[in-house]
């Protein structure tokens, strides 16, 4: 079965420091997203991408977020300058026309 | 602001029936998703209700009714591995706002 996939699973970075988290959707997905969650917490929603611009974004995806779709199967979020609270775990997730989002398994990023 | 109330944690046994309610307050609303996620693992989709009424799929259904602002999962026949968070979501466009998720833990 189709599955979304991610890497890394783990990443540690220094406070100011660039990160890029990347995802392959399932390949003939047309929606994609990234969310977030702490640990504990609720999942929360960053943004959308359709036909390669963002559909949607929240309040938490200010300027030092921006995502990509550097070719026809990657799907990428970068964090320009992390902080401390950027600690969580981000999901990527696509889905084709219909509602199901498929989730990929996370990267658990810890800033220090 | 966008909320979404579930209750944090439920306990049922093992073949019984149990309800998750949430309800929620939007600024808009297109449709309402529930998701399971076991400890450690990815939110994996279970249902979507866009209109009033039952969904049902296997042992899962679910409800809506927009004009109360509310809906509900239900899981029949439970078993030791529906042991996970639940969250209900609401879809407005293209985004989503989820609830802070009930913990169900089946005992046998």
């Known amino acids: 079965e189709p599955e979304v996939t991610q890497t890394p699973s783990h990443q540690v970075t220094q406070m100011g420091q660039e990160v890029i988290l990347r995802c392959v959707p399932i390949s003939n997905h047309l929606y994609f997203y990234w969310y977030r969650q702490i640990l504990g917490q609720k999942v929360e929603f960053l943004v959308s991408f359709y036909n390669n611009e963002i559909s949607e974004k929240s309040e938490i995806f200010d300027d030092q977020f921006s995502v990509e779709r550097p070719d026809g199967s990657n799907f990428t979020l970068k964090i320009r300058s992390t902080k401390l609270e950027d600690s969580a775990m981000y999901f990527c997730?696509?889905?084709?026309?219909?509602?199901?989002?498929?989730f990929g398994p996370g990267t658990r990023l810890l800033v220090l | 602001g966008q909320s979404l109330e579930q209750p944090s944690e439920v306990t049922a046994v093992e073949g019984a029936i149990v309800q998750i309610n949430c309800t929620y307050q939007t600024s808009g609303f297109y449709g309402l998703s529930w998701y399971q996620q076991h400890d450690g693992g990815a939110p994996t989709f279970l249902s979507y209700n866009a209109l009033d009424g039952l969904e049902e799929t296997g042992r899962f259904s679910s409800f809506l009714s927009r004009s109360d602002s509310y809906g509900y999962l239900l899981l029949q026949e439970l078993q030791m591995k529906d042991s996970a968070s639940y969250f209900c979501?609401?879809?407005?466009?293209?985004?989503?706002?989820f609830g802070s998720g009930t913990k169900l833990n089946v005992k046998p």
């Open positions: 979501a609401v879809r407005d466009i293209d985004k989503f706002y």
């Open positions: 997730a696509s889905k084709s026309g219909v509602e199901t989002q498929y």
